[in-house]
């Protein structure tokens, strides 16, 4: 006997993918450099490193700009990074065109949506509280909730997990190599978003979207044709 078929389902990345927060980001970075006597950074300059976590994005800033990189200096750092980021989550934070509706219209027609970021657990809580967007996701878990982030397959397969969905019935939703990779790895459809990195990325035409809202049209089996 056939169970009934769980809602289908839509993981998404967050930054990048959903939002434009690299400058909230790039101004915690400069509120760390700044105060320990470095100069500030151009947002372009630190958006190429966002992907990893903000410990290996601060890590790889420090390389290219002559900052000490050893354990201490990096632990000083993010501490400091995650109280300012902590201070003011979403100021200057945008949302990538159509995405707010497009996420409503998604939710409306009864897919059901998570989140998986290599952002810090409560910080990427905090950032969709101050968007008004916590109503839309019945899971997101950040990269300290895991024992390993992307691009562990892991850390996505832990966002299924906790909203119950069986194998083959959702996709994944990102705009990097990070993002692909884990997809890849947890052997999940992979969609690009068709802004930042994304249209960089090397995926099939099918698997590239104009906009969020073309979710709506995958070819996913429909209820009653799966069992658990």
Known sequence: MMNPQPTLAVIFDLDGTLIDSAPDIA???NSYLIDAGFEAQATDFVTQFIGYGPRKLLQDIFEQIGHPVDEDSLSLAHRAYLEAYNRCPAARTRFFPHVREDLRALAQSGLRLGICTNKPHKLAGRVLEELELSDLF??????????????????LLAVAQKM???????VYVGDTTVDQ?????ANVPFYAVPWGE???????????????SDLLALDIPTRGEMST
């Not at 969905?165 to 959702?170: A, F, K, R």
């Not at 990779?181 to 790895?185: F, G, K, L």
């Not at 994304?198 to 906009?211: C, K, M």
Request: charged share 25%; with cysteine; hydrophobic share 40%.
């Open 27 to 29: 101004a915690a970075v």
């Open 138 to 155: 019945d899971a997101t878990i950040g990269a300290d909730a895991v024992p390993s982030c992307k691009p562990d397959p892991g850390h």
């Open 164 to 170: 119950s969905l069986p194998v083959g019935s959702w």
């Open 181 to 185: 990779i884990t997809a890849r790895s």
């Open 198 to 212: 994304g249209t960089e990325l090397d995926v099939a035409e099918e698997y590239r979207l104009t906009r969020l």
